[in-house]
C-alpha cells in the first residue's frame, strides 16, 4: 500500500541512451511532480503536472520529459543521457494546494 | 525570486541532548513551509508543515517548529535526540499555489546531522 512509488530503484545505463522511470500515486492526489537531488543532495523542481498543464523548470534540458497516461502515474523520459544526468529522481505528489509526499526516489548513474 | 536558507550543513548533537536546526525563507508574502527528513538511501519523509494559524507546529517522531515572521524563520527543535535521528534534513517553502502546488517546492541544501553516543 505504498503512497509514491518509482520504478526503478537504481538504474545504470551509458551515455547517450534514452531511459525512462515511472511513477505511480494511490493517493487520488491531482498534481505529480518530479525532482531532481544532486550529489550535494540538493533538491530542486524539475517538473510539476495536473490535468490542466505542465510547469517546467526553465533549467531543465528539453531531453527530459514527463509524460502522463493517467492521473495516478508521472513518467519521466530522458533522452541521449549525459554524465551530469547522474542523480537521485524523486517523484512526488499532492492535491493542489496542499502537501507533497514523495516517492522513494531512482538513483540513476550514467556511464 | 522566493528563496529558502539552511545555514548549517552541519549540526552535531549528542543523544538526548536538545536540537534545533534554522531556516530563513524569503518570499513576498507568508509561504507554506515544510520540514523533511531524508535517512541515507532513502526517500523524503514529512516530518512537520505550517500553512498558517497557530505558529508553534508539531510533527512526527517529537519534532516541532515554530515559525516567526520577524525573522523570517522556521527552525526545528527537538527536546531529546535519539541515534535514529541522524539524517539529512530539508526545509522547503512554497507559495500559495505551491503548498504543493504547481510551481513546487523550494529547498534549502540541507542540514546534516549526526548524533555523538
Known amino acids: 500500500d505504498t503512497a509514491v512509488s518509482q520504478t526503478p530503484k537504481y538504474l545504470v545505463t551509458q551515455m547517450g541512451n534514452d531511459k525512462s522511470i515511472k511513477c505511480e500515486q494511490n493517493?487520488?492526489?491531482?498534481?505529480m511532480y518530479w525532482y531532481k537531488q544532486d550529489s550535494k543532495k540538493f533538491l530542486k523542481i524539475m517538473f510539476s503536472?495536473?490535468?490542466?498543464?505542465?510547469?517546467i523548470n526553465e533549467t531543465v534540458p528539453n531531453r527530459f520529459s514527463p509524460k502522463s497516461p493517467d492521473k495516478a502515474h508521472l513518467n519521466l523520459h530522458i533522452n541521449s543521457l549525459e554524465l551530469g544526468d547522474s542523480a537521485v529522481y524523486f517523484c512526488?505528489?499532492?492535491?493542489?494546494?496542499?502537501?507533497?509526499?514523495f516517492g522513494p526516489g531512482t538513483r540513476l548513474t550514467v556511464l | 525570486a522566493q528563496s529558502v536558507t539552511q545555514p548549517d550543513i552541519h549540526i552535531t548533537v549528542s543523544e538526548g541532548a536538545s536540537l534545533e536546526l534554522r531556516c530563513n525563507y524569503s518570499?513576498?508574502?507568508?509561504?507554506?513551509l515544510f520540514w523533511y527528513v531524508q535517512s541515507p538511501g532513502q526517500g523524503l519523509q514529512l516530518l512537520l508543515k505550517?500553512?498558517?494559524?497557530?505558529?508553534l507546529v508539531q510533527g512526527i517522531k517529537g519534532f516541532e517548529a515554530e515559525f516567526k515572521r520577524s525573522q523570517s524563520s522556521f527552525n526545528l527543535r527537538k527536546p531529546s535526540v535519539h541515534w535514529s535521528d541522524a539524517a539529512e534534513y530539508f526545509c522547503?517553502?512554497?507559495?500559495?499555489?505551491?503548498?504543493?502546488?504547481?510551481?513546487?517546492?523550494?529547498f534549502g541544501k540541507g542540514t546534516h546531522l549526526i548524533i555523538q553516543p
Open positions: 512526488a505528489s499532492s492535491r493542489t494546494g496542499e502537501t507533497q509526499y
Open positions: 518570499y513576498g508574502a507568508t509561504p507554506y
Open positions: 503536472y495536473n490535468n490542466k498543464e505542465l510547469i
Open positions: 505550517y500553512f498558517s494559524g497557530d505558529t
Open positions: 522547503a517553502g512554497g507559495g500559495e499555489t505551491s503548498g504543493g502546488g504547481a510551481d513546487g517546492l523550494t
Open positions: 493517493l487520488g492526489h491531482d498534481t
